[in-house]
């Protein structure tokens, strides 16, 4: 089983970064691919991105280009950097290991 733990959210204005972190330990060598997920008030969770240990990097169409995925040195450490973010993307954010285990979440609100 992984653990992960999230930081970095927080209230920012539209046009503005955050960067998330996420650190994962216990069985850490089982992690293939770890992800960023979302989940806005009244709407189903969504993936955001995720990276493979191979560094394959996936976004969704709605943050292609604004959100960058990455690796640590410490490669049980990922981080999502957010920039130009919208009040759309105000959500709880959840890190994810192989889809089976999850962080508590943190919240990224975004105003106007």
Do not use: H
């Not at 394959?56 to 957010?82: C, W």
């Amino acid at each position: 089983q992984v653990q992960l733990v999230e930081s970095g959210g927080g209230l920012v204005q539209a046009g503005g970064s955050l960067r998330l972190s996420c650190v994962a330990s216990g069985s850490i060598f089982m992690i293939n691919v770890m992800g960023w997920y979302r989940r806005a008030p009244g709407k189903q969770r969504e993936l955001v991105s995720s990276i493979t240990s191979g560094g394959s990097e996936n976004y969704a169409d709605s943050v292609k280009g604004r959100f960058t995925i990455s690796r640590g040195k410490v490669k049980s450490t990922v981080y999502l950097q957010m920039s130009g973010l919208k009040p759309e993307d105000t959500a709880v954010y959840y890190c994810a290991a192989n889809r089976d285990d999850w962080g508590q979440g943190t919240q990224v609100t975004v105003s106007s």
